[in-house]
């Protein structure tokens, strides 16, 4: 079972990129990394997924070394309302405590 | 487009009496489901999910139970609610594809507030 690690919480200023890394040191073969918002009282929302390497649409990116054993969720440009928690998920389906992120003006 | 609807948004119970929150998601077909619950602290933890109709998994032994009565339709309920109970719940749908399910992104609803007194 893949557990991972994230700082509990990052401060940043508006125009920042922010970089949240998550280390899932048993991550398995066949697991992908995938990485959600959450605003308080809403559901998480999902931002970016990949395997390897590197990933990147509207939102963010995702990059993945070679090992896998940790991946690193770039934000760029954060604004205020990138003011959430950020959720790294591998494989089983087990949310962590996120990594809370105060972006401040 | 697809969508999530869970309700009610917020529901307060006495102690010891039943529990039933609804989830359906539109626009899809045969979708996996996922009930969660999230305490104070932030972390969510998985407590049912559902591969198909009348098909439930338990994750965590506790005082709820799933139902899955149609393709997108997932319940979850209780008989007697606990102090313990209280939360926010939250419900999720993902594709179903040939490849493992947890690796596909989940899609949550807004969730119940539910406060035990």
């Known amino acids: 079972l893949a557990k991972t690690t994230q700082p509990i919480s990052m401060d940043s200023y508006e125009g920042q990129e922010v970089n949240i890394t998550c280390s899932h040191n048993?991550?398995?073969?066949?697991?992908?990394i995938t990485w959600y918002q959450q605003f308080p009282s809403q559901g998480p929302r999902f931002i970016i997924q990949?395997?390897?390497t590197k990933v990147t649409n509207e939102v963010a990116s995702l990059f993945i070394p070679a090992v896998r054993k940790s991946s690193t969720l770039s934000l760029p440009r954060v604004s205020l309302s990138d003011t959430a928690v950020y959720y790294c998920?591998?494989?089983?389906?087990?949310f962590g405590q996120g990594t809370e992120l105060s972006v401040k003006p | 487009s697809q969508t999530i609807h869970q309700w009610p948004a917020t529901l307060v119970q006495p102690v010891g009496s039943p529990l039933s929150l609804e989830c359906t998601v539109e626009?899809?077909?045969?979708?996996?489901l996922y009930w969660y619950r999230q305490a104070a602290g932030r972390g969510l933890q998985l407590l049912f999910y559902?591969?198909?109709?009348?098909?439930i998994s338990s994750e965590v032994p506790q005082n709820l139970s799933a139902s899955r009565p149609q393709d997108r339709q997932f319940i979850l309920s209780s008989k007697k609610l606990l102090l313990s109970d209280s939360g926010f719940y939250l419900c999720?749908?993902?594709?179903?594809?040939?490849?493992?399910?947890?690796?596909?992104?989940?899609?949550f609803g807004d969730g119940t507030r539910l406060s035990i007194l």
């Open positions: 048993n991550i398995a073969t066949n697991d992908y």
């Open positions: 626009g899809t077909s045969n979708p996996n």
């Open positions: 559902s591969v198909g109709i009348g098909q």
């Open positions: 999720a749908w993902s594709v179903k594809t040939g490849q493992e399910f947890s690796n596909q992104p989940q899609h």
């Open positions: 990949g395997y390897k």
């Open positions: 998920l591998v494989g089983k389906l087990i």
